[in-house]
């Protein structure tokens, strides 16, 4: 029951058709907690610094399918090593690991942005 209340069933199937669903956004468009944000930090410092990491930046969103997600931009400056993509892929999982370790179930949408004259490594 969304509202903890106690009421007749067909008023309550009534106001649950109608509310539950706004509940539910509401609680989707809540801000990670410090702890989860201070960790995605952390994680790309630690493990793409060498590709010239600069800042990230989190926001909650809703994917395509309407389920909560997580928007993570991580910007990357001129500078720093070609960017490895199998470092970058496996950066991506230990994030998800941290995420679930710490409570959070919403799933990382990573974009990660370089200048486009940045070398991949082959």
Do not use: W
């Not at 990491?53 to 993570?72: H, M, R, T, Y």
């Not at 970058?88 to 370089?114: A, Q």
């Amino acid at each position: 029951m969304c509202f903890g209340i106690s009421m007749r069933p067909r008023a309550f199937a009534f106001l649950k058709s109608h509310f539950c669903g706004i509940c539910a956004i509401m609680k989707t468009n809540l801000s990670p907690n410090p702890d989860v944000l201070s960790a995605i930090r952390e994680i790309f410092e630690r493990e793409t610094a060498r590709f010239g990491f600069e800042s990230v930046k989190v926001e909650v969103a809703n994917d395509n399918d309407g389920d909560p997600v997580l928007q993570i931009a991580v910007l990357y400056g001129r500078n720093g090593d070609a960017v490895d993509m199998q470092a970058l892929g496996s950066t991506t999982s230990r994030l998800r690991e941290k995420l679930l370790e710490l409570g959070e179930e919403r799933f990382p949408h990573i974009r990660y942005k370089f200048p486009d004259d940045r070398k991949v490594a082959s």
